[in-house]
């Protein structure tokens, strides 16, 4: 029986290490990858980021990284102060490996660089349907970790973390269903993904939610089984995830499965692993990665206070 402090260290490292080892392989379609990814690319092979030593996360740990620590020193998720650890980041790499980035989305950049001038957190970002990239889902499992709320609020703090950056309600919709589902896989449900739909669905069904419940059965559509394409598009990357998550039995196959996918390797692998690490617990992570894992002396003191709180 998996204790609960083995499931929220699988989670933070799982994100972690799925976004590493996607790192080397981002951009590139499925068949340019190799038979069989590792973290540290095969000699020859076409590098994404080639500066960047491998076992560094990017843009994705560290955004979760920023959220995490705002939630455990706020007590609260506290979007103004989430936002500015945000800015500190992009600004100075805060919480990035060698206090580098080296990747950052369009759509997180332009909010940011909003938020910088002076631009209200929750009205800084793009809000057209053409920004429905994954940059807010792929940083949104501390939260649920986190969160000791019922429902209905982890759900309005996933829409809150999201409308920073993400603010279309297919994007929030995606990042609470997927806390939803994170939220059940802590509690070992043997159905976690069906349960936490049939929970948003139940939510949803308050006029309140009339935008984020179309979206829901419109675009997301929970219930459809078509594989993901490990795309930047915040659908196809929930439906990666799960494709792979369905399919895979152990940690490794699922991050393996999920950079095989090619394209936003590093974001599709982070999604993904983060609720296989929830689902099978830290001692379950490959520890020939684990100790290639680099920068986890940022890591260790948060997930200290992410237990203890716990």
Do not use: K
């Not at 994170?182 to 006029?207: D, N, V």
């Not at 993901?228 to 799960?242: I, P, Q």
């Not at 999920?258 to 520890?287: M, N």
Request: hydrophobic share 45%.
């Amino acid at each position: 029986m998996l204790t609960l402090a083995e499931r929220l260290e699988g989670g933070v490292l799982g994100l972690l290490l799925g976004d590493a080892l996607g790192v080397p392989y981002e951009f590139h379609p499925p068949t340019a990858l190799p038979a069989e990814v590792d973290m540290v690319p095969p000699a020859g092979f076409r590098r994404s980021h080639p500066t960047v030593p491998p076992g560094t996360w990017s843009d994705d740990g560290a955004q979760a990284l920023c959220l995490l620590e705002s939630l455990l020193q706020r007590g609260r998720l506290d979007v103004d102060d989430f936002a500015q650890r945000l800015v500190a980041w992009y600004l100075d790499g805060h919480l990035a490996v060698d206090s580098r980035v080296f990747d950052v989305g369009n759509q997180t950049a332009a909010a940011l660089s909003a938020i910088r001038r002076g631009a209200a957190v929750l009205e800084a970002a793009p809000t057209g349907e053409h920004s429905n990239g994954n940059g807010s889902l792929m940083r949104a499992l501390p939260l649920a970790l986190w969160h000791r709320g019922t429902d209905e609020a982890l759900v309005i703090d996933a829409h809150l973390q999201s409308r920073v950056t993400h603010p279309h309600p297919r994007s929030e919709a995606c990042c609470a269903l997927y806390c939803l589902w994170a939220r059940r896989e802590l509690a070992g449900a043997q159905r976690a993904f069906e349960e936490a739909a049939a929970a948003l669905r139940e939510i949803y069904s308050s006029t309140a939610y009339a935008a984020h419940a179309a979206e829901l059965e419109e675009h997301i559509r929970p219930d459809d089984p078509t594989p993901g394409r490990g795309t930047g598009y915040v659908v196809d990357c929930l439906r990666s995830a799960r494709s792979v998550l369905a399919t895979h039995s152990s940690v490794e196959a699922v991050l393996r499965a999920a950079v095989a996918l090619g394209h936003d390797t590093d974001t599709t692998a982070c999604v993904a692993g983060g609720i296989a690490g929830v689902r099978h617990g830290a001692r379950a992570l490959p520890d020939r990665w684990l100790t290639q894992l680099r920068g986890m002396e940022l890591v260790r003191p948060l997930l200290g206070a992410l237990v203890r709180r716990s």
